[in-house]
């Protein structure tokens, strides 16, 4: 039976629809995301816009934030939704890379910003190490007490200046601080022209 709520121009209508579309609809873009690996919208809100309108009203909606599933995993029911910033949606996208260290699990690029290094530098050592966070963290924590000094060569292996951080040494060169640390674990032959070693 067919709704008469007036509230078709609504942007929580547009949302209701799309997530709907997503879970029900093959023709849908992100239908293989979504409803072709098992996600479903509950049959409260499925068959009812009002009652999903009744619940974002009642649950903090606001034109400023995204609707969003706190697993990622799980269906669109509201034991399951939620409403975020934008930025906080983001993280917790599949492709996100989710790391636990000392019971704490956190997106890496959040574990970037906390232990304030570079997230292209952190996710380039995670590959490094075999993906074993213990050691990653470790190495990490160790680097944080110490500054490194640094040699640049150039391509031909010719000594140019020592630096006294890798961070300097990315200022001098002009070459991303991922870049560099790839190119010191032999990922590159070199980068931006140099070579660099820690001395």
């Not at 640049?152 to 000594?159: A, C, H, L, V």
Request: aromatic share 16%; with cysteine; hydrophobic share 30%.
């Amino acid at each position: 039976m067919a709704e008469f709520h007036g509230l078709r121009k609504h942007r929580l209508y547009n949302i209701w629809s799309k997530a709907k579309d997503r879970c029900f609809n093959p023709k849908c873009k992100s239908y293989n995301q979504y409803g072709g690996r098992g996600i479903y919208m509950c049959e409260e809100w499925r068959n009812s816009f009002l009652n999903f309108y009744k619940w974002a009203i009642n649950n903090g909606y606001s034109d400023e934030l995204s609707f969003d599933r706190q697993n990622v995993d799980g269906h669109y029911q509201p034991e399951n939704c939620r409403w975020v910033a934008p930025h906080q949606q983001n993280y917790n996208q599949r492709k996100s890379i989710n790391i636990t260290y000392n019971g704490e699990t956190l997106p890496l690029k959040v574990w970037a910003k906390k232990l304030n290094i570079n997230y292209g530098t952190l996710h380039s050592r995670y590959k490094y190490y075999d993906f074993d966070v213990e050691r990653l963290f470790e190495e990490v924590e160790k680097g944080k007490g110490q500054k490194r000094r640094v040699m640049i060569y150039d391509k031909q292996d010719n000594p140019l200046m020592i630096v006294e951080s890798k961070s300097l040494a990315s200022k001098v060169t002009n070459c991303d601080d991922s870049a560099i640390w790839r190119q010191m674990t032999g990922a590159y032959n070199h980068t931006g022209g140099f070579k660099f070693k820690y001395i």
